[in-house]
């Protein structure tokens, strides 16, 4: 067991959108020598970088290098004074305060606050065979365990399955890829994989297999932007819902298309460790909490971004809520170990989405009003470069 000094411990577990904030924030405040919180900060990740998940369907098309997409987990690490352990959470013991995580060998680390920020799983449920029990969870792991299917997440094994995509797909005279998904992840990544496969092999093709509800969740408006957008690229558009994928085969509601690899962008379920606590849980596995962003069953357990769920109102679970949910509960985290009053996240009613469209051109939504353009690209390229460039300036 990993004892640690007489000071609080404060523990952030993963390396999302919410703790980058958090590092870069402890970061500035002690190269200000501003810095008055009193415990000592460990970080556990799985991987030294995160990469940033706004600008991986720009990397697919071939507009930023890798580099470019991954953010220095450890650098802001050792700039904010916080340790870096490189492992995986993957039980959180909250009555007794401590974790559990793997990496080399097992470990169990003690804390007096806990923050969550370690994102999702790509829900696989959609695979044949799934029976719509309750247990969500090993559900998921089995139908993830018997396929080819390839998850969107993690982002970190993704990008090594994409590279191999595309050296398969200079071998190839024809190469068929399916991307299942209805969201605006699913559209931004088939946009971005025609372009780059078309780039090698005009012969070669993306199909989105969607179901009937493509972009449920925006205005038809935008939703008729985007899918002319769609016919714009050529990609195949099949509004049936995909099955199963072995031996070459997928199966959709009516069909059996061949295809040389499937990528599933099918929604978020809650990480595989939230099987493991005794932490409260809401939903397919996300991490119940208030409007603190604090467990709604330990007060000292705080979560944020994808892992988490608010109880009292609907959040949805994206980047952008992390990064403001996650500057609040940083706030709320401070205050916590200071016993000062915690505030509350009120997401704004308007968010801007901005949905890359492969060949520089994005489409954007505020609330009714849709926009469209090249400029719209380059707007979203500067958001998404103040995002990632932040520990530069
Ligand atoms: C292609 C694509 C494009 C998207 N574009 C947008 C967009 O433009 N705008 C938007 O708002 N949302 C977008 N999203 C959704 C967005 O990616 C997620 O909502 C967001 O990443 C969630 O952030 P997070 O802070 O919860 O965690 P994440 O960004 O998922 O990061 C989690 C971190 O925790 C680490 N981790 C995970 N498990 C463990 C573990 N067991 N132990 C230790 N560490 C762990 C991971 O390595 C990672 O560093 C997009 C998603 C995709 C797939």
Redesign the pocket.
């Known amino acids: 067991m990993t004892k640690f000094s007489s000071k609080k411990t404060l523990l952030l577990?993963?390396?999302?959108?919410?703790?980058?904030g958090m590092l870069r924030r402890l970061g500035t405040a002690r190269l200000k020598d501003t810095d008055t919180i009193d415990a000592d900060i460990h970080l556990?990740?799985?991987?030294p970088q995160?990469?940033y998940?706004?600008m991986?369907?720009g990397w697919m098309a071939g507009h930023y290098q890798l580099h470019d997409i991954s953010i220095d987990?450890k650098s802001l690490c050792v700039r904010a004074g916080v340790r870096f352990i490189q492992?995986?959470?993957?039980k959180v013991n909250a009555a007794s305060n401590k974790v559990v995580?793997t990496g080399d060998e097992q470990t169990d680390f003690d804390y007096d606050v806990l923050s969550l920020?370690?994102?999702?799983d790509t829900d696989m449920r959609w695979l044949r065979d799934h029976k719509g029990q309750n247990d969500y969870r090993s559900d998921n792991d089995d139908r993830d365990a018997n396929t080819d299917v390839i998850a969107?997440?993690?982002?970190?094994t993704f990008i090594t399955q994409w590279q191999r995509i595309l050296k398969d797909a200079q071998s190839s005279e024809k190469y068929q890829l399916a991307i299942i998904g209805a969201g605006?992840?699913a559209i931004?990544?088939v946009m971005a994989a025609q372009v780059a496969l078309r780039n090698i092999n005009r012969n070669h093709q993306v199909t989105l297999v969607c179901g009937e509800n493509l972009l449920s969740g925006f205005n038809s408006g935008f939703r008729q932007r985007v899918i002319k957008q769609l016919h714009r690229h050529d990609i195949t558009i099949v509004r049936e819902r995909a099955s199963d994928y072995r031996d070459g085969k997928l199966s959709t509601t009516y069909k059996s298309l061949p295809m040389n690899a499937v990528i599933a962008?099918t929604g978020?379920i809650g990480?595989?460790?939230t099987a493991s606590t005794d932490l409260e849980i809401e939903g397919d596995g996300f991490i119940a909490v208030n409007d603190k962003q604090q467990s709604v069953s330990y007060p000292n357990v705080f979560a944020?971004?994808?892992?988490a769920t608010r109880v009292d109102k609907y959040v949805a679970?994206?980047?952008?809520?992390?990064?403001h949910g996650?500057a609040v509960e940083a706030d709320n985290l401070l205050a916590y170990l200071g016993d000062n009053v915690m505030k509350s996240y009120q997401p704004k009613s308007r968010?801007l989405?901005?949905?890359s469209c492969g060949d520089k051109y994005a489409i954007g939504s505020w609330g009714n009003v849709n926009l469209q353009g090249r400029w719209v690209w380059h707007l979203k390229k500067y958001i998404d470069k103040q995002f990632i460039e932040a520990d530069k300036n």
């Open positions: 577990a993963g390396a999302g959108h919410a703790h980058i556990i990740s799985e991987q995160t990469i998940s706004g991986l369907p987990i492992q995986s959470l993957v995580t920020n370690t994102g999702a969107i997440r993690p982002l970190s605006a992840a931004e990544l962008a978020v990480s595989a460790w944020v971004g994808d892992v679970h994206s980047g952008v809520h992390s990064v996650g968010t989405y901005l949905l």
